[in-house]
């Protein structure tokens, strides 16, 4: 499976502010742009606190782009996920990755909402088994649309194919504000990328990894 990471932070990284509410980093041109890989992908993923905080609908909404509108996917280990978000609505499938710490009733909740829940994992989410199981589900092609817990977690996974960075040109601060890649953080190895392209968009940039 090839896994896409594409976010947009501030320039001192940060996703969003400390008040954990969604932030306007992208201009037209950079939602354009991730509206065209979200087209490009069999699925795009966030995690639950993603959920939670800006209740993404992740839709495609440009018709043009063509293909199968993708399906959706959420990281979420005790079933969070409310049963009225938006990443449940409509017809396209949706799979919330669980972990056998998800209360039972919260499982068939979501199901009953329309979701697949895959289980994998004690605790958190064992995601390279999920994505094994996502895979079997026709899913080659994923994006990924943070929050910093997932991605972190991607990253010390090994998961991480390709990472599009879009930093807008401004400053959101805090100590406690999302970053990129928060988790624990890697301390004596650190993943490397290979830059493939910077290009200019609205005003600010978008930086492209191969990793
Ligand atoms: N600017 C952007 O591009 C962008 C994109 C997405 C989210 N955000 C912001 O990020 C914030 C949310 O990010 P976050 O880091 O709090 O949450 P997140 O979206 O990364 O979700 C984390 C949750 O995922 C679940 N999870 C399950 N298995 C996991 C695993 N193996 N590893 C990690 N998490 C796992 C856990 O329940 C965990 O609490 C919000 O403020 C949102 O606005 C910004
Ligand atoms: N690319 C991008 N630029 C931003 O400035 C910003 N704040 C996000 N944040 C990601 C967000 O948390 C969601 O993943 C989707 O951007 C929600 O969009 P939809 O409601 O699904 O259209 N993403």
Redesign the pocket.
């Known amino acids: 499976m090839h896994v896409h990471v594409n ?3 501030s320039v001192d990284g940060k ?2 502010s400390t008040r ?3 932030i306007s ?1 992208s201009g037209d041109e950079d939602f354009a742009r991730m509206e065209t890989i979200r087209a490009e992908s069999d699925a795009v993923m ?5 959920v939670l ?2 209740d993404p609908s992740l839709e495609r909404h440009d018709e043009s782009l063509g293909r199968e509108p993708p399906a959706r996917v959420v ?4 079933a ?1 996920t409310p049963t009225d978000a938006d990443i449940l609505a409509g017809d396209r499938p949706t799979y919330v ?1 669980a972990s056998a710490a998800a209360p039972e009733d919260r499982r068939r909740a979501l199901e009953r909402a329309g979701a697949t829940v895959i289980v994998a994992g004690d605790e ?2 064992a ?1 390279p088994e999920a994505f094994d199981e996502l895979a079997s589900h026709g899913i080659s092609r994923l994006m990924v ?7 972190f ?1 991607l990253f010390a996974a090994e998961l991480v194919d390709e990472l599009t960075v879009y930093v807008g040109s401004m400053i959101i601060g805090g100590r406690g504000a ?1 970053t990129l890649a ?2 624990d953080g890697f301390v004596d190895e650190f993943p490397t990328l290979e830059l493939r392209d910077v290009a200019r968009l609205d005003d600010g940039v978008v930086l492209t990894y191969d990793v």
């Open positions: 976010a947009a932070v996703l969003s954990r509410e969604q980093i966030v995690g639950v606190g993603t905080a800006d990281a979420d280990s005790r969070r990755l958190r989410v995601l649309e943070g929050g910093g817990e997932l991605i977690s999302p928060d988790g």
